[in-house]
């Protein structure tokens, strides 16, 4: 059955007429704005309608809302299945990694991924950084980027974690060449190019097919395979190519544990038919990076 409302009175009575293995499906929380505030009020209106809560939803458990923090302390709460495997399986891969780990970062900014880059550096064995971030890192290292996407003011701390990596003795992989474009566009103009001869007037858009031979190289040899972010503009087919040849690399690796964390990277080895090669895929995005660099997820804690 499908309630019209959230707790309103066809929720009430729809949740009252249900019997032995019914199900009752209300409307959208959040067309209620008392569950992202996780209203006390709320949170017992949403009680009342059962006995026991369920939370199954790893995807919202870095959020402090009614639904996935607030009814668990009203109700006998516990975690369903997919919550107990998706946190099973990220805190076994930091805890207690089948070595050599290789954590595989990607995206556009670093001031998304640095507090992850952090808390990766004290357990990987090889950390590989591609995408848009990789710029900044590179810039960092006084080369030139052209009109590549670059945050001014994250190079002082992408610097210290290059420093971080020789410090740790993690292997820190960027970028030997990258496929740069005029334009932000399918048919743009594009070369491929070393790191140290990157055009002016030209943007960064994909990694070169030496950093994929490199980065798939690291991949082969590891026996656990952390993967977050694409490693260029890869729902372009002229930039596609880096983010396939990992995601490519990662699913050869049959010995290995291969978690994709969620976000991009699932949608890229779906577009490229990878993803019943995995071992595990993250249904959370943010979930997942929140869990990886350390944080409670009030979601989890709140089933505590």
Known sequence: MFATDTVGPDAQAKAASLRDGDVLVVENL?????????????????????????????GTAHRAHASTAGV??????????LMQREVATLSDMLEAPRRPFAAILGGSKVSDKIKVIDALMDTCDTLV???????????????????????EDWVERAAAMIAKAEERGVKLLLPVDVVVADRFAEDAETLTVSVDDIPDGM????????????????VAEA???????????????????????????????????????????????????LAEQMTFISTGGGAS?????????????ALR
């Open 30 to 58: 959040r067309f209620d704005k008392r569950e992202k505030k996780n209203d006390p009020a709320f949170c017992e209106e949403l009680a009342a309608l059962g006995d026991v809560y369920v939370n199954d939803a790893f």
């Open 203 to 218: 943007m960064g858009l994909d990694i070169g097919p030496e950093t994929a031979k490199l980065y798939a190289d690291a």
């Open 289 to 301: 990076m929140e869990l990886v660099q350390g944080e409670a997820l009030p979601g989890v804690e």
């Open 72 to 81: 668990a302390a009203l109700l006998p709460a516990y975690a369903g299945y």
């Open 129 to 151: 950084i591609g995408g848009g971030m990789c710029f900044t890192f590179l810039f960092a290292q006084g080369k030139a980027v052209g009109t590549s996407l670059k945050e």
């Open 223 to 273: 026996k656990t395979v952390f993967w977050n972010g694409p490693m260029g503009v890869f729902e372009m087919a002229a930039f596609e190519a880096g983010t396939k040849a990992v995601a490519e690399a990662v699913a050869a690796n049959a010995d290995a544990d291969t978690v994709i964390g969620g976000g991009d990277s699932v949608a890229a080895v779906n577009k490229f038919g």
